[in-house]
């Protein structure tokens, strides 16, 4: 019985990314890398199917007949959304960087600042975890692929297809800090492609 499971979100709105940098709560840091993602329609019935079958899968009866913790939570404006989490850092002291894929699934070398309503898809994996007695299926957060860039917006756009007119190209980005960095290149290879399937 499987305890961990890799999947990867169709294309939603970015919301409250929280990457490269410590998540903090009520001014105290959580530890945490946090991306949430805003889905409807196709996308959110994917990731619904792709939730019920690993609870089927993971779960018995009777912690489902309890009521498990979903991984689904709902904006004011009726908006469905999931969080994702990674470490913030190792124990050793070392960043844990989440990647960031553009939309032809190169990695971003430096990559921006992603506003909310980029379009995005999120590489996930569902686990198994407690609360407080309660048990509920975690989301972790594996990386990022960035289909269209929003700088510091405080909106979002209408759910779109995966297919994006001038959709975000690493190649484009890098380009455009090539005489601020110094870089000759915009991608790097995965550490783990496994984990990318952008």
Do not use: W
Not at 54 to 78: C, H, M, R, S, Y
Not at 111 to 134: C, D, M, W, Y
Request: aromatic fraction near 8%.
């Amino acid at each position: 019985m499987a305890n961990r499971v890799k999947v990867t979100t169709l294309t939603g709105k970015a919301r409250f990314l929280c990457i490269g940098r410590e998540e903090t709560y009520e001014n105290q840091g959580t530890g945490k890398q946090t991306a949430q993602i805003v889905l409807a329609g196709a996308a959110l019935t994917d990731l619904k199917q792709k939730v019920d079958a690993f609870v089927q899968e993971n779960f018995t009866a009777g912690d489902i007949k309890k009521g498990l913790g979903l991984p689904f939570k709902e904006t004011k404006d009726g908006e469905v959304f999931v969080k994702a989490k990674a470490y913030f850092k190792t124990k050793e002291g070392r960043l844990v960087k989440i990647p960031v894929a553009d939309k032809d699934g190169q990695i971003v070398i430096d990559p921006p600042e992603i506003g909310n309503g980029s379009l995005i898809r999120l590489r996930i994996a569902l686990k198994e975890t407690k609360f407080q007695g309660k048990k509920y299926v975690g989301v972790d957060l594996i990386a990022i692929q960035l289909i269209k860039l929003v700088e510091n917006a405080d909106a979002g756009f209408e759910a779109a297809d995966d297919e994006v007119e001038g959709g975000f190209s690493a190649d484009e980005f890098a380009k455009s800090r090539d005489a601020e960095n110094g870089r000759s290149g915009p991608v790097d290879d995965a550490e783990d492609d496994d984990d990318l399937p952008f």
